[in-house]
């Protein structure tokens, strides 16, 4: 089974796909602060629920790259904050992207809590 497959990753790539699409419209003195931080801590959701499952087979690292996803992902919720309160992200489209993140939060958690589902060793 691919990492691809799961549902944390499937949309925690589906949401740093729509925050890279948002990160279009920011001005371009936002390019190397706003645009760069939203988009790497977008995508470092990913790339951490990957690592994750790759390492299953060791616990601890596997929880411990879930962790950084989840960090990743706060992080990510707080650029949104920062677009909103710039007036770059309008407030009904900022609740959107902030249920989804909350949405690849638990999902993120459910696989923290129970990590046999995903074949580790416990």
Not at 59 to 74: I, R, V
């Amino acid at each position: 089974m691919s990492f691809k497959t799961l549902y944390a990753y499937q949309k925690a790539f589906d949401l740093a796909m729509e925050v890279f699409k948002l990160s279009k419209t920011f001005p371009v003195e936002e390019r190397f602060a706003l645009s760069n931080q939203i988009i790497r801590s977008s995508r470092s959701v990913c790339s951490a629920i990957a690592e994750a499952y790759r390492k299953r087979e060791y616990p601890k690292y596997f929880t411990n790259k879930l962790t950084d996803a989840d960090s990743e992902n706060a992080e990510t919720q707080l650029w949104l904050d920062f677009a909103e309160a710039c007036e770059y992200l309008l407030a009904e489209r900022k609740i959107i992207l902030q249920s989804q993140s909350e949405e690849v939060g638990k999902l993120i958690n459910y696989m923290k809590n129970n990590p046999g589902k995903f074949g580790v060793k416990i």
